[in-house]
């Protein structure tokens, strides 16, 4: 029984490598409301596979429930990467359905924060069980350090997972790419514009190293 025991171990354990190996990484999406997370991951999934993952607006909290895009191909340098794109909800500390009162009436407004809320703990537990690698996406007209992407980046660095930062917007005449950079030194920074499709090329190159 002890042989036998271990040989299904054995098998076990080289099933998971195999699967491990072979299987698309889910990259996770994280980030503040209105960062250009969905305008990020539209580009990526409309670059390589011709679809749209998702809505877009100016409007806080557009992304209220994950959406996944599997089996995202990116080719860099003769070689083929292939991912599972998850977009996941803005995440905050408090959302007020007053934010919302100028573009809806008060109980759509409720209605949105509410989904919001409820959004934002979807995403947590993305990032906490079912995510493989994470592209954090800041607006890099924004002040970088927040509570927020604090709490964020010490969960990813947590559980050790790859982590690659994109500033974000740089198509803004107020955007700073070093203050995102002198924020978290510890991780890559790269720049681009999803919105402008400015600088995907180093998007590509990265997200084909990070996670290849």
């Known amino acids: 029984m002890g042989l036998l025991k271990g040989l299904k171990d054995s098998i076990s354990r ?5 699967f491990s190996e072979t299987e698309p990484k889910r990259i996770g999406i994280y980030g503040p409301p209105n960062a250009g997370k969905t305008t990020l991951a539209n ?12 809505t877009e607006s ?10 996944r895009k599997e089996n995202v191909e990116i080719e860099r340098n003769g070689k083929t990467v ?3 794109i998850v977009d996941t909800p803005g995440v905050t500390t408090k959302v007020d359905y007053e934010e919302f009162t100028d573009d809806m009436d ?8 509410r989904e919001a809320t409820e959004g934002v703990a979807e ?37 050790d997972l790859p982590v690659l930062i994109f500033a974000n917007k740089i198509d803004l005449d107020e955007s700073s790419v070093k203050r995102i950079e002198d924020a978290f030194p510890q991780h890559q920074t790269v720049p ?13 190159d990265n997200i084909a190293e990070y996670f290849g």
């Open 106 to 113: 008060k109980d759509d407004a409720v209605r949105r924060s």
């Open 123 to 159: 995403a947590m537990h993305w990032l906490r069980e079912d995510v493989d690698g994470v592209i954090y996406v800041l607006d890099s007209a924004e002040d970088p350090i927040t509570q927020v992407n604090t709490m964020l980046i010490g969960i990813i660095e947590s559980r």
């Open 43 to 54: 580009r990526i999934a409309r670059d390589w596979t011709g679809d749209a993952v998702g």
């Open 82 to 84: 292939t991912i599972d």
């Open 58 to 67: 100016r409007i806080p909290h557009e992304t209220r429930r994950a959406r």
């Open 192 to 204: 681009l514009s999803a919105k402008e499709g400015d600088n995907m090329d180093e998007v590509y």
């Open 14 to 18: 080289a099933t998971d490598r195999l």
